[in-house]
Each structure stands twice: as structure tokens, then as C-alpha cells.
């Protein structure tokens, strides 16, 4: 009887430690690391586009927020992971962040911006597969890595720039306001 209430005790105390969020039959963990610094799952979602689940994804902060703007703004490390559902091309991902890139960046400040667009929508060459995962990571001082699959693919630099990346699924001019809310855990 006491090895019972011994391992109930353990589950009770730790359990906590090692769960995970899980959406879609997809688990997104608790806790991710970059450079050396946990970042917590602030909350997930479903993207959707009419009836098809694209992929189930999460936001990770060093703490856990219910304020866009201050997600697009923080110049903390952060990061967007998408677990593929459906088959994407690489040529569907980029024409999908350059329509958010259109919605969400004034013309001039598009324009400043463009050769870092250039620069991210080459590292979405890869199609994405049920199970594929993209990270889109910001480190600050160093700008947003892309990783497919746990590969960097490369790094684009700069704060605004990541402001502009985040704003595709924080802005108030987000395609998909329900993955928003998910993802601030609204």
C-alpha cells in the first residue's frame, strides 16, 4: 500500500513537470529551450483555411501573456511552432506570409522591409508533410531562425522584422482571428 501512495504522491508532485498541451492528436510541450532560456507555452491552436486543419500550432514566451501587441513588440525570444496536419507546399506557405505581409505592413514600411521577406520566404522551400514541424524562433540580437524538422535553415535579422513575423498571427488584421485567440489563450 505505501509503494501506492508513494507513486500517487510522485504523479501528484512531478507529473506536472513533464505534460504536455495536446490538440489535434498533436502533443506541443510545456517548455522550450533557445539559447539556454525555457520559454513556456502560452497556448495553442488549430490554422485553418475553410474546413481543412493546416496545422495545430503554439506560442512560446519566457512568460506566458494575453497581449498581442506586446507579443509583436518583445524584443524577448520567442517562438511560433507548427506541427503540420496537411500537405503544404513551400510555394503555398511563402504566398500565404506574403498575403499577411501585404495586410499587415504599411506600403513603406513593406518596402523597407523587403529584402528580409526575400530572405524568410527562401527558407520555406521545403513542402510540409502531416507530421513536418517549422519553427519560426526569435532571438533577440540575432533575428528569426527557421527550423524544419529541428534543422536551422537559416536566419533572418532584425527587430522590426520580427515584429512584422509575428504580426501574421497576432495583428488585428490576422487571417485566422480563432488561432489568435488560441494561441494568447483567450
Known sequence: MFKHITFYLFLLFFAPLTLAKNIANVEMPDIMEISGQPLVLNGVGLRKKFVIKLYAAGLYLKNKSKDANAVINADDPMVVRMHFLYQVSGNQLVSAWNESFESNLETNRKATLQNQIGMFNDLFSYEAKKDDIYEVIYEPGKGIHVK???????????????????????????????????????
Open 148 to 186: 524544419f524538422n529541428g534543422e536551422v535553415l537559416g536566419t533572418v535579422p532584425g527587430l522590426d522584422f520580427k515584429k512584422a513575423v509575428f504580426s501574421i498571427w497576432f495583428s488585428m488584421y490576422n487571417s485566422d482571428p480563432d488561432l489568435k485567440k488560441a494561441m494568447m489563450d483567450l
